[in-house]
């Protein structure tokens, strides 16, 4: 399975099979390329112009929106549902966390979640393998709030996302802080967009991608 980080929370995973998903398209307000991946399924976690634009992906791929998820003989993807800040949807409305059944694999994409995981929530996500989470803060969790989630599920990949870049000007902080919860061990810097997982490492690992350049 290979996962390639297009910018904020959109990444293309595309299957053994060849079988490709979306996950939270942009549109052109932001400054990472457009997404120019023809994916058979897109999901979108939460209704911002930085996470729904599903008009600007080509083709005619699934649309995958609500919590009740969508299965068939190549995906099996469930939703949960959460909040985008830590008082209940007030300030930025709710948001969808989608856990994916690929290539013998759970993979769970967090969207823009705005607060810690309840204990019903991290129930839902456990035996997750892959995770991936945003850690800028401001507008999701920060930093030491992801590090919380990944110690309650301790997955063995973790990717993380909506975080400051170069290119990038909102008020979110980068990928470092987050980084410093872990041992440079535990640290792959891919220095590219693209990652290719064909067997969980033996030690929890976490895959820090470059958007698309």
Do not use: C
């Given at each position: ?76 993807i469930k939703g949960i549902s959460t909040y985008h800040d830590d008082s209940e949807g ?111 490492p033996d030690e929890q690992t976490v895959y820090v991608l470059?958007?698309?350049?």
């Amino acid at each position: 399975m290979k996962f390639k980080w297009w910018g904020q929370a959109s990444f293309l995973i595309t299957k053994d099979d060849g079988t490709k998903i979306i996950t939270d398209p942009y549109n052109e307000e932001m400054p990472y390329k457009s997404i120019n991946d023809k994916p058979d399924y897109v999901t979108v976690s939460h209704d911002h112009f930085d996470h729904n634009a599903v008009n600007a992906i080509t083709g005619q791929p699934y649309v995958v929106n609500n919590i009740s998820g969508f299965k068939d003989k190549k995906v099996d993807i469930k939703g949960i549902s959460t909040y985008h800040d830590d008082s209940e949807g007030a300030e930025r409305g709710e948001n969808i966390i989608f856990m994916m059944q690929l290539d013998g694999m759970k993979v769970s994409h967090l969207g823009d979640l705005g607060h810690p995981l309840t204990s019903n929530q991290a129930d839902k996500l456990k035996d997750t393998d892959i995770l991936l989470l945003p850690v800028g803060g401001h507008f999701t969790i920060d930093a030491n709030q992801a590090y919380e989630v990944i110690k309650k599920l301790d997955p063995k990949v973790v990717i993380p996302m909506h975080f400051k870049t170069d290119i990038l000007d909102l008020p979110i902080k980068g990928v470092d802080k987050f980084l410093d919860n872990f041992s440079s061990e535990k640290i792959e810097k891919v220095n590219n967009s693209e990652v290719e997982i064909d067997k969980l490492p033996d030690e929890q690992t976490v895959y820090v991608l470059d958007y698309v350049k």
